[in-house]
Structures are given as structure tokens and as C-alpha cells.
């Protein structure tokens, strides 16, 4: 039978040989080093072949062992699971974008065998609590850009269109707002042109529903 060949990457020596020793219990698992930093894990594994590492992703007080684990992925054919003490979300999402395939907290360190195999089969080895997390990660994301988006597109507006943009999704006609406002129908086109050089659209009412949908009004 072949043995799953590990490296372990942790600063933490006491849970270092803990967690060797459990998995030397594994009859289909063979620990082949260890290293305590992200720098000696790049050393080690130009020096041994591994077909799993694990790595810490806080050591030293710093997520290096996200910048390893794109080392390790890019240089060797090694699949990265990612140990953490904590699920910081954003971390988490930063060491999948690195190339890690799964992540694993400490203390269900049990299911961490199951991991090693998944990941050496080259299954999809994410874990359910990973996949949760990255769909929140970038629901989140996707969140923040359409609020960048929005904040960029209202900087681009001017208070006066969007008054003009807000009449027309309530159904105003130009002559109306012009009415309104008692400017002439020329500068109420004015302000459509512009909004639509702004915002798209073919017209101005496209224009005032794409801005209603994006939360502009």
C-alpha cells in the first residue's frame, strides 16, 4: 500500500508532535518532515517529496503561511491544506486564493486524516465549513463591490440628475420635470444626456431603472 507522504508546517512544537504522532497512528500516512517557519517549509520541500502539506496559516505572529502555501503550489505538485486556530474568514479565502484545497481548524484535528486523503486522491477535499465559508467570503465581496460601484456611480452624478433620474423612474415626462424645475425642456435634455453618457442605456427611462435596481435612488 502506498503512504500518503506529509509535511507538517507549525510554529506551535507542543501541537507539532501531537499531531505527528496521531498521524504516524495512520497506517496509510508517513509524516517525511516538519518545519517551524514558511521559509524552512519552501527549503524542505525542494529537498523531500510530499504529496500533502499542512500548513499553519499563523506563525510568527503572521499569516506566512499563506505566502508558503503559493510558494508550495506553484513550485511543486504538493496539495496545500491550511491549519488554523480560528476561522478568520478573510485569511481563510486569501490562502484558497494561494492554492490551499482545503482548511482545517485544530481542534477537529480527527477529521484532519480524512482531509490528507481526499487531498491525495486529488478530490474535491473542501470541507463543508470551508465551502460555507467561501460562499459567505464572496457574498461579501460581491456585496463590496456593488457598493463601490454604486458610491462610484453617484459620485459621477450630480444632485441635479439624480432629481431628474428619481422624476423619470416616477414617471415625469421631460416637459413635466421641465415644468418643475422652471428651466426649458433644452437643459432637461442636457441633464438626460448626460445621465445616460453617465449610466448607459438606450434610454431615460433605462437609465433611471438601472439606477433604481443599483440603489442609486
Known sequence: MNRIRVVIVEDDQDWLRGLSSYLNKQEDI???GTASSGQDAVSLLEQVEADVVLMDIMMSDSPEGIWAAAEIVQCTGARVIMLTSMEEKELIFEAFKAGAVDYMVKSNFTEIPQSIRSAYANRSSISPGAAAQMREEFRRLKKLEQEIRVKELRDLLT????????????????????????????????????????????????????AKDMGIL
Open 30 to 32: 508517513e509524516i517525511v
Open 159 to 210: 444632485p441635479t440628475e439624480i432629481q431628474v433620474l428619481d422624476l423619470i423612474e416616477k414617471g415625469y415626462t421631460q416637459t413635466q420635470i421641465a415644468d418643475k424645475f422652471v428651466v426649458s425642456i433644452r437643459t432637461v435634455k442636457v441633464h438626460v444626456g448626460n445621465i445616460l453618457r453617465k449610466l448607459g442605456g438606450k434610454s431615460s427611462k433605462e437609465a433611471a431603472q438601472k
